[in-house]
């Protein structure tokens, strides 16, 4: 079998990625050696590969400079409506390749560093991730930034710049272990400190009522200082913002009181301000109700709001005087869109500005905030709702309760006029749940307090009407949208799956890569023998690939032919990475039992973090590593199964390593509870097929690539209810299903833990007498499933026509499209094709 190409050597016939013209590779060079000379003139002599990355990421950077600089000040021109999108996440990945893409530099880049005998790959594997989320959320914002700038709208994303990101995770003997995510050691080079936008944050302190109004006072001030990282659209000279606060204790921290003079630790004392931005909280989809957390949602709140404040009243236009004093246009100008509950303390902190520091009446400050804010839900798990006990909020942000309170106070009058008498729906729709402690529902708040509030897909968002919010959309319905997910084509094609995007482009132009829909004009070419050639091996290419790199890494050797079939996200038992295990044990029984018969061979690899705090998902990791351990180890089963937990799953590994080479996707949630997904859609884009549940995305997936060419299996929604309601049974199914029983005596009798032989004991407990997610339930429909998946393996040329239509079908799943429409919708603005000109054309 030949050699794969290399990546760079790839690189050089491809046309997606920008010629590099013979001046820009010159004066990259220049660059390059000038950034490397004052990187060495400071202290040594010899160039490490560090230096090497630094040196090309500045370059890099200069090229974004002129444009960010310009961007900002057609935006104080123009005065536009302006977009902030606040999340307490925000997973980035690695910045050096996607902003050399987006400026069309990356051709030139390439041949550069390659003319200074140096290897581009190389340099951007040094680059750290930008972890700043746990998953599916902080991914989305993301995605968001770079579909914002692209669509040339004024937005900027605001979060927090955590010193640890997501924890770094090593499997040791088959065990989750976690370790601190240092990622900012070496320095970050894509971000800029702030120091002249400082802001300060009040925590703490007590309320007195004047004549004048409601003051806070005698409170703790912590700074919150803004970094700026540059968010650059797809060729179209268009550089948003990112900003993201860092804690810092004011000079005078623990020395106002008259200390008794222990100076040595007022200053040691500074970290307690500090520690609000040290460390991203590593849960998803679970509410942790710690203090820090809830300093950390008032921190990134009380910031930005002073930042979108400031910079409305200064703005050019839209008042006659030097500075805008009325409020009445504040929804005209300025979005701001909630990513989940995390930032809902936005909506009393608006209504404490208007009403405290704006002296404006309740009624307008009330009617201004809600016509400003819009809410996206992400989920509809209980245990991930967000209810602050109110002796914490009263303790650190008295204020904001009693503003809490007052807006439930008149919402439940509205509510009562409504429904005069009806109790039990004041009870439901209350912003306060009684018994003890008391709890505030910020999702209640959330809904209360914007204009808009939309879920992530469009079962998401109908289960969303119907449910946890009925009440709340009986009165409204006007209120709730859907706003079905996406993922940004440039990073998630082009940037991870170089071979295919230029396979692509040859066969309909390059205009896909900002108008994705047009991936449809690939139905004309299900039939083309040529391409369908093409598709395959190009797939077959990243799989050679990452078959060397994974013997080269960790030694283990397995078959490129067989069907790669991946399981990547987060360990959660409603995700079902317990039935994918249950289907690795059938299979590896059936071998067993027929060890002659001819079985289509499979690499399973399943991937993902868990929560440092959630037990049973770390002993879902020690069953997946212990099955693996007995499977891969068996020389009866031979290379016809191999199961690989990816060790440390994240934003750089799946670009490389599981997304371009993938044959099969694994989306198997319990009908109901993936509020969408988005990496089912970024498998779909690279070329794999779907195994899935009628869950999230996975509906509008079927529904536009025609179900027929996913593979779906299990219950719906509808029998996932109706079994709630009438009960579910695991037992049922242990007593009725002889190859399922066989698979849990297994597990239970120690077969995978001969050491420690009830090792598995509570996931089977589990699975037997406590599952919510009904594993048992969707067992039979999904091992027949993946029957069907074998038989169509046999056939490589219809699997790949199917491959041909899925991407064909994957238009839909663009965030460009996501955001034009929360743009239009929502914020009600027009995104825009216009070309800001760049830095070398002189303005006019």
């Keep these: 079998m030949t050699a794969p190409l290399t990546d760079s050597e790839k690189r050089k016939q491809i046309s997606v990625r920008g010629i590099a013209e013979v001046g820009d590779v010159s004066e990259i060079k220049k660059s390059f050696n000038r950034h490397l000379h004052f990187t060495l003139v400071k202290d040594r002599n010899v160039a490490t590969p560090r230096d090497y990355y630094f040196a090309l990421a500045h370059t890099v950077r200069d090229h974004l400079v002129g444009r960010w600089i310009r961007t900002q000040q057609y935006y104080y021109e123009k005065d536009p409506k302006r977009i902030h999108y606040l999340s307490l996440e925000f997973y980035m990945g690695r910045t050096l390749q996607n902003t050399m893409i987006n400026l069309g530099l990356q051709g030139a880049c390439d041949e550069a560093i390659y003319q200074l005998g140096l290897d581009l790959e190389e340099l951007e594997e040094i680059e750290e991730d930008a972890g700043l989320g746990n998953g599916g959320l902080g991914r989305l914002a993301a995605c968001f930034l770079d579909s ?332 709730f949208q859907n706003k079905t997910n996406g993922i940004t084509p440039r990073r998630w094609l082009l940037l991870c799956n170089p071979g295919l995007a230029d396979i692509i482009a040859e066969k309909i132009g390059e205009d896909f890569l900002t108008d994705l829909y047009q991936l449809r004009k690939l139905l004309d070419f299900t039939d083309d023998e040529g391409f369908i050639r093409d598709v395959a091996k190009v797939k077959q290419e990243n799989k050679l690939k990452f078959a060397a790199y994974l013997e080269k890494e960790y030694k283990v050797k397995i078959n490129p032919d067989s069907i790669f079939d991946i399981h990547v996200k987060r360990i959660h038992e409603y995700k079902r990475q317990l039935l994918n295990c249950l289907h690795i044990i059938t299979f590896y029984n059936r071998i067993k039992k027929d060890p002659n018969k001819h079985f289509v061979p499979r690499t399973i690899m399943i991937g993902g973090k868990a929560a440092p705090g959630y037990h049973m998902a770390k002993m879902i990791i020690k069953l997946i590593t212990s099955v693996g351990d007995v499977v891969n180890n068996d020389p009866v089963v031979g290379d016809r199964l191999k199961v690989i937990f990816l060790e440390n799953y994240r934003v750089s590994l799946a670009e490389k390593e599981t997304d371009p080479l993938a044959d099969l996707s694994e989306q198997i949630s319990t009908a109901g509870t993936e509020a969408s997904g988005t990496g089912n859609m970024k498998f779909m884009l690279n070329g794999a097929l779907t195994i899935g549940t009628m869950d999230g995305a996975n509906v509008e997936m079927a529904e536009e690539a025609g179900e027929e060419n996913l593979f779906i299996f299990g219950m719906r929604v509808q029998e996932v209810e109706a079994m709630d309601k009438k009960g579910y049974n695991a037992k049922d199914y242990y007593d009725r299903i002889p190859e ?90 027009e995104p825009s094709d216009v070309k800001i000109p760049p830095p070398t054309v002189p303005r006019e």
Aim: aromatic content about 12%; proline content about 5%.
């Design 148 to 479: 914002m700038a692209t669509l040339g709208l004024a937005a900027y994303g605001y979060g927090i710049r955590y010193e640890f990101g997501i924890f770094n995770q090593k499997v040791a003997n088959g065990w989750q272990v976690e370790e601190a995510d240092d990622w900012l050691r070496y320095g970050n080079p894509w971000e800029k400190a702030r120091p002249e936008y400082m802001l300060p944050v009040h925590f703490y302190g007590r309320v007195e009522h004047t004549a004048e109004g409601a003051k806070w006072v005698n409170t703790q001030i912590v700074l919150a200082m803004p970094y700026d990282t540059p968010v650059p659209g797809y060729k179209n000279n268009t550089v948003n913002t990112m900003r993201l606060w860092s804690a810092k204790a004011p000079n005078d921290f623990n020395l106002q009181e008259f200390n008794v003079g222990d100076y040595i630790q007022a200053v040691l004392d500074r970290n307690l301000a500090e520690n609000i931005s040290r460390v991203l909280y590593p849960n998803d989809n679970f509410f942790e109700g710690k203090e820090l957390r809830l300093k950390q949602e008032y921190f990134v709140v009380a910031a930005t709001l002073q930042d979108i404040i400031r910079r409305f009243k200064s703005s050019k236009f839209g008042c006659r005087d030097p500075v805008r004093t009325s409020f009445e246009t504040f929804p005209e100008k300025v979005a701001i869109q909630l990513n989940d509950t995390h930032p809902a303390l936005a909506i009393p902190e608006l209504m404490r500005i208007f009403v405290d520091v704006e002296k404006l009446e309740w009624e307008k400050a009330w009617d201004v905030t809600v016509q400003t804010c819009a809410y996206t839900n992400h989920t509809v798990l209980p245990e991930a709702l967000e209810r602050w006990p109110v002796y914490m909020f009263e303790k650190l942000l008295p204020r904001h309760l009693e503003i809490v309170y007052e807006i439930n106070r008149r919402h439940l009058d509205r509510i009562s006029a409504i429904y005069p008498g009806d109790m039990d729906r004041l009870r439901r729709m209350s912003l306060i749940e009684e018994g003890d402690p008391k709890r505030i529902n910020m999702a209640h708040l959330c809904v209360v307090g914007s204009h808009a509030v939309n879920g992530v897909a469009r079962i998401h968002s109908d289960i969303v009407k119907s449910t946890v919010f009925k009440d709340f959309c009986d009165v409204e319905p006007e209120k």
């Design 740 to 829: 399922l029983r066989q698979v849990i005596d297994q597990i239970s009798g120690g077969f995978f833990s001969p050491k420690q032989p009830d090792l598995f004991k509570d996931v089977v407990n589990m699975l037997l007498y406590h599952d919510r997610f009904k594993v048992f339930a969707d067992y039979e429909a999904y091992i027949s499933c993946q029957e069907k998946v074998s038989d169509l393996y046999k056939n490589p040329k219809e699997w790949t026509k199917k491959v041909i239509r899925n991407m064909a079908a994957s238009g839909k799943f663009s965030s460009d499209r996501t955001i034009s429409e929360y743009a239009r919708e929502i914020w009600g603005v």
